[in-house]
C-alpha cells in the first residue's frame, strides 16, 4: 500500500479515537508494524496529534472529526443548498484557495466550495503561510462569479459578518472582527479571510473567498505563529461545535452574502460589521511597504476604507493591499 493511502486508512481507522495496537493495525491494514509506525509518524507530522501506550497501542489525543459530505449537507438549509453547486472535500491539498482559482480557470459554476482536512501550502494575506495542522481546522474557499470586479469591493467585511453569524449559529458568541479580514477573541486572532479576484477576458470575475479558522490548533503548532492565538477549543470548551455542522453553518451564512452581495453591497452589513469592529478608536500602527505609520483608528468607510487619525492629526485612508495593522504596542 503507498504511503499517502495507507495514512488515509490509518487516519480512518483512528479516527474512533480508541486504542488500536500495532499489529491490530498491521494485520487490519496488511503491512508491517513498522510500516503501521512510519505512517503513524506521519500522520504526526501533519499535525494529528497521536499518543502511543504500551500495552494498549495508538489513539488520537485530541478531538479529531473528519469531513463527511453527508453531515455537511444535513445541515445546510434551503437556500443554501440551492446556491451550492459542488463540494469537494480533500485529504490533502496544496491550498483550497488554489483549488478553487484553478477550477475557476476550469469553467467552474459559481457556488463551488472547497474544503480540505490539512493543506500544504495554506496561504493567508500579503503572502504569509496558513498552518493547516491535519483534522484540527475549518479550510474552506467558495467559488462565486461577478460581472465586473467592482461588484466584489468590501466583499471580505461583509464575509467576515457572515462568519460572525455562522459561528453565533453554533453557540459560539463574543468573536470581534479585526479589518480588513480577521477575527479576534481576547486579543488573539482565532480565524482570517482571504478574498482573490481574477478578472476575466470579457470583464466579469471570478471570486474565491478562503477561510481559515482554528476549531482546535495543536499547541506545538502555534508555538509557529508569531501573533497570539486562539481556537474554538478555548472558547466553547465541552461545547465546541462539530466540525462539519460547523462547516455548514458556514457555507449557510456565507453562499447567501455572495449570491446577495451586486445588489446588497457593502451597506447591508456594514452597521453589523462595525458593532463586531475590535479596534474601534484603538491605537494602531499600520505598515505599508518600508512606511509605519500610527494613529488612532476611526471607522471603517461605507467604501470598506480603513479611516485612521494619524499622529500629525491628518486623516488617511487605507484599503487593505498589501498593509499590515497591528495594535500599537502588541
Not at 84 to 102: A, C, K, M, P, Y
Not at 125 to 152: C, F, K, M, T
Request: include cysteine; hydrophobic fraction near 45%.
Amino acid at each position: 500500500m503507498a504511503t499517502a493511502a495507507l495514512e488515509k486508512t490509518l487516519l480512518h481507522i483512528l479516527s474512533d479515537q480508541r486504542f488500536h495496537s500495532g499489529s491490530e493495525l498491521a494485520a487490519a491494514l496488511q503491512v508491517s508494524r513498522t510500516a503501521v509506525w512510519k505512517a503513524i509518524r506521519g500522520l504526526e507530522s501533519l499535525g494529528l496529534p497521536v499518543s502511543a501506550v504500551p500495552g494498549k497501542g495508538y489513539r488520537v489525543a485530541g478531538p479529531l472529526e473528519l469531513l463527511n459530505a453527508a453531515a455537511i449537507e444535513a445541515g445546510l438549509t434551503p437556500e443554501a443548498r440551492a446556491l451550492l453547486t459542488g463540494l469537494e472535500l480533500h485529504d490533502r491539498i496544496d491550498s483550497t484557495n488554489s483549488q478553487l482559482l484553478r477550477a475557476a480557470a476550469a469553467g467552474a459554476d459559481a457556488g463551488r466550495a472547497c474544503l480540505a482536512e490539512t493543506q500544504t501550502a495554506g496561504r493567508g494575506r500579503v503572502g504569509r503561510r496558513w498552518l493547516s495542522p491535519l483534522g484540527a481546522n475549518i479550510y474552506l474557499s467558495l467559488l462565486w462569479r461577478y460581472d465586473e470586479p467592482s461588484q466584489a469591493a468590501g466583499l471580505s467585511l461583509a464575509l467576515g459578518v457572515a462568519v460572525l453569524r455562522a459561528l453565533a449559529e453554533v453557540g459560539v458568541t463574543g468573536v470581534g472582527l479585526k479589518w480588513p479580514n480577521d477575527f479576534l477573541w481576547n486579543e488573539r486572532k482565532l480565524g482570517g479571510l482571504l478574498v482573490e479576484v481574477v478578472g476575466e477576458s470579457h470583464g466579469s470575475c471570478a471570486v474565491v473567498a478562503g477561510l481559515g479558522l482554528n476549531r482546535h490548533l495543536p499547541r506545538e503548532w502555534g508555538r509557529n505563529l508569531d501573533q497570539a492565538w486562539t481556537d474554538l477549543t478555548e472558547i466553547a470548551g465541552s461545547a465546541l461545535p462539530s466540525r462539519n455542522r460547523l462547516a455548514a453553518a458556514l457555507l449557510n451564512q456565507l453562499l447567501p452574502v455572495l449570491a446577495g452581495y451586486p445588489a446588497s453591497g457593502l451597506s447591508a452589513y456594514l452597521t453589523e460589521w462595525r458593532a463586531h469592529h475590535h479596534l474601534q478608536g484603538r491605537e494602531a500602527v499600520i505598515r505599508q511597504g518600508d512606511a509605519w505609520i500610527r494613529g488612532r483608528i476611526l471607522d471603517v468607510t461605507a467604501a470598506g476604507f480603513l479611516l485612521l487619525e494619524c499622529a500629525d492629526g491628518a486623516r488617511r485612508e487605507f484599503a487593505s493591499g498589501d498593509l499590515r495593522l497591528r495594535l500599537a504596542g502588541s
